[in-house]
């Protein structure tokens, strides 16, 4: 069974750092594009950024460029969202899912909140 | 960016009943890479619908998408309870990739 779990999630501080994790299962992760999709509390869904198989292209929603990094490790199954910088329009629930194009499946999430 | 905007906001239906979504893009999406989620609350989005027509795998076939260019509609044929929920439309021919702001389909 294809399985993705995030973790990393909390309160944190404007302008505070947060690093997300995803652990993957079920499925060759290494022949995997990944992405990081976030939901605003109560709103619809805003794709944050993806990673090719290899980690040499990352690609990211402009209001994240230069704050958050997404990188992979594939001998550890896991995907990662290095968050800098954070702003209170930040807070969300962040999902990590297969795929690059259409995305399948995705995991719970983990909440991120932003607040002082 | 690829704009996606989705109509109605919301859907005032009744199980047996046909729903109709729309999802209207401000550009062509290239080669009609555009697809479909349903979500339900406390829970992440379910693929529904993947090339604008393709179901993805376990979907039932009461759920069917068509369009292309800028003008794309997800139907369900007849409306089971459990399809009460909020459909959301994405696009990824660019990038960024960009999702519409979902449509609820309620009882």
């Known amino acids: 069974e294809v399985q993705l779990v995030e973790s990393g999630g909390g309160l944190v501080q404007p302008g505070g750092s947060l690093r997300l994790s995803c652990a993957a299962s079920g499925f060759t992760f290494s022949n995997s594009w990944m992405t990081w999709v976030r939901q605003l509390p109560g709103k619809g869904l805003e794709w944050v950024a993806n990673?090719?198989?290899?980690?040499?292209?990352?690609n990211y929603v402009d209001s994240v460029k230069g704050r958050f990094t997404i990188s992979r490790d594939n001998a550890k199954n896991s995907l990662y969202l290095q968050m800098n910088s954070l702003r209170v329009e930040d807070t969300a629930v962040y999902y990590c899912?297969?795929?690059?194009?259409?995305?399948?499946?995705w995991g719970q999430g983990t909440l991120v909140t932003v607040s002082s | 960016e690829i704009v996606l905007t989705q109509s109605p906001g919301t859907l005032s239906l009744s199980p047996g009943e046909r729903a109709t979504l729309s999802c209207r893009a401000s550009q062509s999406v290239t080669s009609n890479y555009l697809a479909w989620y349903q979500q339900k609350p406390g829970q992440p989005p379910r693929l529904l619908i993947y090339g604008a027509s393709s179901r993805a795998t376990g979907i039932p076939d009461r759920f069917s998408g068509s369009g292309s260019g800028t003008d794309f509609t997800l139907t369900i044929s007849r409306l089971e309870p459990e399809d009460f929920a909020v459909y959301y439309c994405?696009?990824?021919?660019?990038?960024?990739?960009?999702f519409g702001q979902g449509t609820k389909v309620e009882i």
């Open positions: 990673i090719k198989q290899d980690g040499t292209e990352k």
């Open positions: 899912a297969r795929g690059s194009g259409w995305i399948y499946p």
């Open positions: 994405q696009q990824y021919g660019s990038s960024p990739r960009t």
